[in-house]
């Protein structure tokens, strides 16, 4: 079984500031690993993914992750943050071998002025 | 290209009466299709999955029910809502036979609050 753990449930942070957010994940198979946001009342979106290859991965929205193995952990970063980037975000992760995902609980990010 | 549908977007129910949430899926055949629901601060929790026609998988012991009368079509029902099923429904679907690399494709979900 796979299991996620997002390390930090809120994440105030200033305009044009970076951002990390911090996810770690737990399985006994290689996987497949996600970043999704939510905006209020609204459906996640995929911001990223991780299946295979290059550990640095580039999504939506000028966000970007890395994997890293050794750590088992898949960090979500954006170099300068906006307004509109205020929303939840969570981390998702598939085994190779199964269709299903498991998600994170969520950070939730506040962006101020 | 595929969609996903779900509605009604908001739901205000009296508690003890019936729930029929829908979704339903276009431009894909066979996909998996799953129930979510958000509780005030408590994250994702997976209600039911279904890997084909009348195929249900319940994750969680609850109030609710789910069906899968056709390919892309998926329903979340209960007979007698509580007040503790209030919260954001969200329906999600993925290609079958594509393992989990694809990811979830999210339906914009339901607010549901029980009064």
């Known amino acids: 079984a796979q299991s996620v753990t997002q390390l930090d449930s809120q994440v105030p942070v200033f305009e044009e500031a970076p951002v990390e957010l911090r996810c770690n994940y737990s399985?006994?198979?290689?996987?497949?690993l996600f970043w999704y946001v939510q905006y209020p009342n609204q459906g996640l979106q995929l911001l990223l993914k991780?299946?295979?290859?290059?550990?640095l991965v580039k999504g939506i929205n000028g966000f970007e992750a890395e994997f890293n193995k050794s750590q088992t952990s898949f960090h979500l970063r954006k170099p300068s943050v906006h307004i509109s980037d205020t929303a939840e975000y969570f981390c998702?992760?598939?085994?190779?071998?199964?269709?299903?995902?498991?998600f994170g609980a969520g950070t939730t990010v506040t962006v101020r002025a | 290209s595929q969609t996903i549908h779900q509605w009604p977007a908001t739901l205000v129910q009296p508690v003890g009466s019936p729930l029929s949430l829908e979704c339903t899926v276009e431009?894909?055949?066979?996909?998996?299709l799953y129930w979510y629901r958000q509780a005030a601060g408590r994250g994702l929790q997976l209600l039911f999955y279904?890997?084909?026609?009348?195929?249900i998988s319940s994750e969680v012991p609850q109030n609710l029910s789910a069906s899968r009368p056709q390919d892309r079509q998926f329903i979340l029902s209960s007979k007698k809502l509580l007040l503790s099923d209030s919260g954001f429904y969200l329906c999600?679907?993925?290609?079958?036979?594509?393992?989990?690399?694809?990811?979830?494709?999210f339906g914009s979900g339901t607010r549901l609050t029980v009064v």
């Open positions: 999600a679907w993925n290609t079958a036979g594509a393992g989990g690399r694809g990811g979830y494709t």
């Open positions: 399985s006994s198979v290689s996987v497949y």
């Open positions: 991780y299946l295979s290859g290059s550990t």
């Open positions: 998702a992760v598939s085994p190779s071998n199964d269709y299903k995902l498991s």
């Open positions: 431009g894909t055949s066979n996909p998996n």
């Open positions: 279904s890997v084909g026609i009348g195929q």
